[in-house]
């Protein structure tokens, strides 16, 4: 008998769905088309079906995620057995109570990526690193917690170590760890509230230097969390800009002290001398008023008279001489007290301009020094980038001539104030010299630097002063130069010196790159 043609088939199957008055759909047609030809029937694979299922299984437990990323793999290859094999091991696992924690449901969102990772040699030496680069933040007080993560950290990079006691060893660490982290916070916490104690108390008993009470008011700012290490380093360059005064100024204070000491003495030395001068003077007086009274002649008085004028002259004479010595004794008193006074205004003011520029309140060449030190030093220790950009007002000599030095003043504390309005807190403004400025841009890259001096020119046209009565707008031109690694503050500032001249000479009120 030879095989009937598939197209035969197909109208035999026609046929069949009239006479035994089923309804063309694709199910029926398959089954009648298949047992005519003599084809086992074989279910279409419920693909989307089974994936809605999987989708709805919870995987509360990391044996569930792995079954259910076994499930997943299984409905995308149209496997039955793998299907079967992968629902079996699922049932297997029971769900968590609500004792033994909350159930996770990120793996549940991840769909087919589902699949838990497999515990590799990779994967555990990358948490003993993190272990490991924990460690300094949580401190070495706590011996067991150190014998702990040592030992953890170990048994991460050993490879084949039983994943069980892996899991009971990380357990025991974040329990501990728990612990340490709240006594690190606790210390923190206590260490802030001491140093807080020290400052306040140091700015009650100097309410007579109102620059040390400023100093210790700024350190109580710099102090309070949440605390960088920006703010560190500005509490520590406040501390000695303290230490300097205080130091300086007790030199000068014993100075003054063993001097008034020396006068003093002398003070009482002559108060001495002149008790016993008058003492010695009344002494003579009484005698001689004794020589008078028996006295019997004019002749016989005479020379006691002449004695008691001698006497009398002499006495004048030393308390001339002694009233002379203690007015300038009282004299040099008063010019040390002076000194002192002038001293310690001097310092203020020092210690007010030692970094800064009088005029605009920016960072002066010696901030702008330190400051570049510090973001540096940062920059080598985070490996983030640096900008550092170099501005200079455009046309200023003739704002000069044309509206006066007072009125190129107020341009440059314009720009400095408009300059701190743009910048972020841990941007840095100097003023590098006459009209120019530096900014110093942390964590930013060059075309981001860029784009700050460019906002920082579109913020100058939006701006403008009054000289008089007349409106004044001012622009300005700016080389930026992102630092490179083992450069120099100080190249990267020439690099963007170089720039801006550049932008000078192509036309003004631009940035270029350097």
């Known amino acids: 008998m030879s095989e009937k043609k598939p197209f035969e088939i197909a109208r035999e199957t026609l046929k069949q769905l009239t006479t035994q008055k089923l309804a063309p759909t694709p199910a029926n047609y398959q089954a009648i088309y298949n047992e005519i030809a003599g084809v086992p029937l074989v279910v ?220 003093l003495a002398a003070f009482i030395d002559r108060l001495s001398d002149m008790a016993k001068s008058t003492g010695n003077f009344h002494e003579k007086l009484e005698e001689n008023a004794r020589q008078i009274e028996q006295a019997k002649t004019l002749a016989e008085i005479a020379p006691v008279l002449k004695e008691v004028i001698s006497a009398t002259r002499a006495m004048a004479t030393q308390s001339k001489e002694s009233g002379a010595e203690l007015q300038t004794m009282r004299d040099r008193a008063n010019q040390t007290d002076a000194e002192l006074v002038k001293l310690h205004q001097e310092l203020d003011r020092v210690s007010t301009q030692a970094r800064h520029d009088p005029l605009t309140g920016a960072l002066n060449r010696k901030g702008l020094e330190e400051a570049v030190e510090r973001e540096i030093s940062s920059v080598r220790r985070k490996d983030t980038p640096l900008c550092m950009s170099l501005l200079d007002i455009d046309n200023f000599k003739k704002l000069n001539d044309t509206l006066g030095h007072a009125t190129g003043d107020v341009a440059l504390t314009h720009l400095a104030t408009v300059a701190r309005e743009c910048m972020r807190p841990q941007d840095t403004l100097a003023r590098y010299g006459g009209e120019e400025f530096v900014i110093l841009l942390p964590d930013t890259p060059l075309e981001k630097g860029i784009e700050a001096m460019t906002r920082l020119q579109r913020e100058l046209t939006k701006k403008f002063f009054l000289a008089g009565s007349e409106k004044v707008l001012i622009t300005f031109s700016a080389g930026v130069a992102q630092l490179a690694p083992d450069e120099t503050g100080a190249d990267a500032i020439k690099r963007a010196d170089k720039a801006m001249y550049l932008a000078k000479r192509a036309g003004k009120n631009r940035v270029l790159a350097a």
């Open 44 to 263: 279409p694979f419920p693909a989307e079906t089974l994936r809605d299922i999987a989708k709805a299984l919870p995987v509360k437990t990391p044996g569930q995620q792995k079954q259910r990323g076994l499930l997943d793999y299984a409905i995308d290859r149209l496997n039955w057995d793998g299907v079967k094999t992968a629902l079996v091991a699922y049932g297997s696992f029971p769900p968590l109570t609500a004792d033994e924690g909350a159930p996770t449901t990120a793996p549940a969102k991840m769909g087919l990526n589902a699949t838990a990772p497999a515990l590799t040699t990779e994967f555990l030496g990358q948490m003993g690193r993190l272990i490991e680069y924990t460690q300094p933040a949580l401190g070495t007080d706590d011996e067991r917690f150190s014998e702990l993560s040592k030992n953890l950290t170990s048994a991460l990079r050993q490879s084949g170590s039983d994943v069980v006691v892996l899991k009971t060893m990380l357990v025991n660490y974040s329990d501990r760890v728990s612990f340490v982290a709240e006594d690190q916070a606790e210390i923190k916490k206590t260490l802030l509230k001491l140093l807080h104690m020290l400052f306040e108390n140091i700015g009650e008993i100097s309410l007579d230097e109102q620059w040390l009470k400023g100093q210790m008011d700024a350190l109580m700012t710099a102090a309070t969390p949440p605390l960088t290490l920006r703010r560190l380093d500005d509490v520590e360059r406040r501390l000695k800009d303290v230490i300097f005064k205080q130091k300086d100024a007790k030199e000068h204070a014993v100075q003054a002290q063993h001097e008034m000491r020396q006068m």
